[in-house]
């Protein structure tokens, strides 16, 4: 695997994230959006880099003891290098150290391979969402991890 850095999200990244955004999403979210996300005191994003590129990032609202992952994204360019396995990993570590009962997210229901690595990582499906995303109405499954009994 290649020298890959995962870290927290600067402002100075947001070019970076945006570049990954437009690549993974038809329906992506703006450069003001990730401004107005470093400036959400709830939420958190790492980025993936390596030689200085930002190649994936991923996103949590930590909410009370929950904490709600908004975007896991790796550009297609990156993809099967175990890097969405890094920030995944990474994220779990950092809700454990932030006192975090569960975690929760949305995928959409064609995306095996994302469902697949959620699970390795002890998240379970809860239920649907359906038509949840707008670009073509596709289903989402509703998968949630507890990383401590309640």
């Known amino acids: 695997m290649e020298n890959i850095i995962v870290r927290p999200m600067t402002s100075e990244d ?19 959006s990730f401004r107005d996300e470093l400036k ?3 939420a958190r994003y790492l980025i993936a880099e390596t030689d200085g590129k930002i190649v994936g990032y991923v996103g949590i609202w930590l909410i009370i003891d929950e904490g709600h992952i908004t ?3 790796v550009h297609s360019d990156f993809r099967g290098r175990k890097i969405g396995n890094e920030l995944m990993k990474e994220m779990v570590n950092l809700c454990r150290e932030n006192g ?15 469902q697949n690595l959620y699970k390795k990582y002890g998240f379970k499906m809860a239920g ?8 073509n109405k596709e289903d989402a499954v509703i998968m949630w991890n507890s990383l401590k009994e309640v």
């Open 71 to 73: 975007n896991v994204a």
């Open 100 to 114: 975090i009962a569960a975690m929760t997210l949305e995928v959409r229901a064609s995306n095996t391979v994302a």
């Open 128 to 135: 649907i969402r359906k038509e949840y995303y707008s670009d």
């Open 14 to 32: 947001i070019g970076g994230v945006f570049e990954v955004e437009k690549n993974c999403f038809e329906d992506y979210w703006s450069k003001q």
């Open 40 to 42: 959400n005191k709830n």
